[in-house]
C-alpha cells in the first residue's frame, strides 16, 4: 500500500527530479525531504511543519495537496495511535482483555487499509464519466439533442475544444447539434490528480 512519501517520491522520479532540485525549490533541506519520502516523521519537529512541506512538495509536482495531507493525517492518526497503546502497561491487562484489544486493532487496522486503499486508487485513476440521458442514440427530424452527463466535480470538463461546467453534483448539460448519418460525441476530462479521460458516443441522425 503507497504512502504518502512514496507517492511523492514516485512522482518525482516520474518527472525526472532529483532531491536536489525539490531542495532549491522548496528552500527545504534534501535530508528533510529525504525523511519525507521515506515516512520518517520522528525527525521533524512537529506535524504541522511536516504538513508545510508536504503542500510546497505537492504544488512542485501538480499534486492535490489536500488529498495528500487527508492521506498523511490517516498516517499520522496511526503512528499516534500505536504509540499510545505501546505506553499501556500489559500488567493491568487479562488475557482476555489482551485477546480482544489484538483483534480490535487487527479489525481497525484492515478497515484502515481498505479505505485508505480505495481512497488511493480513486486519487490514481482517470475520472469516470457517465451520460445520464439521452439513453437512446438514434434520433430523426432532430438538429440538436440535450446531453447530460456526469463526473467529478473538481474535474475539468471539455467538449470540442469548449469548456463545460458542472454543478456540485457532477452534473454537466451539452447542446449537442447533430447532421444526417453519424456523430461522435467527445468528451474530455481531467481529474483533479492531473488524469485524463476521453470519451466517445456515437449517435445517429437518420432523415
Known amino acids: 500500500m503507497l504512502t504518502v ?83 499501556i502497561s500489559s500488567k493491568y491487562l487479562t488475557s482476555e482483555t489482551k485477546k480482544y484489544l489484538t483483534f480490535l486493532v487487527v479489525f481497525v487496522f484492515l478497515l484502515f487499509a481498505f479505505y485508505f486503499g480505495f481512497q488511493l486508487k ?24 440535450e446531453v447530460v452527463g456526469k463526473t467529478q466535480k473538481e474535474a475539468v470538463v471539455t467538449i470540442f475544444g469548449n469548456r463545460v461546467y458542472q454543478n456540485n453534483e457532477g452534473i454537466f448539460i451539452y447542446n449537442f447539434p447533430l447532421k444526417p448519418g453519424k456523430n461522435e460525441l467527445v468528451i474530455e476530462v481531467i481529474g483533479a490528480n492531473g488524469k485524463k479521460t476521453t470519451f466517445k458516443k456515437e449517435y445517429l441522425l437518420n432523415p
Not at 11 to 36: H, N, P, Q, W, Y
Not at 135 to 140: A, R, S
Open 5 to 87: 512519501g512514496e507517492i511523492l517520491r514516485r512522482e518525482r522520479e516520474a518527472k525526472g527530479l532529483k532531491l536536489s532540485d525539490i531542495e532549491k525549490r522548496t528552500r527545504v533541506r534534501e535530508k528533510f525531504l529525504k525523511a519525507l519520502e521515506q515516512n520518517s516523521w520522528n525527525l521533524f519537529s512537529s506535524k504541522i511543519y511536516i504538513e508545510g512541506i508536504i503542500k510546497n512538495y505537492a504544488k512542485i509536482l501538480d499534486l492535490n495537496q489536500e488529498r495528500l495531507l487527508a492521506f498523511f493525517r490517516r498516517e499520522y492518526a496511526k503512528k499516534e495511535d500505536v504509540g499510545f497503546r505501546n505506553k
Open 122 to 145: 480513486l486519487f490514481l485513476s482517470p475520472p469516470k464519466v457517465e451520460i445520464i440521458s439521452p439513453e437512446e442514440q438514434t434520433f430523426k427530424k432532430k438538429d440538436q439533442i
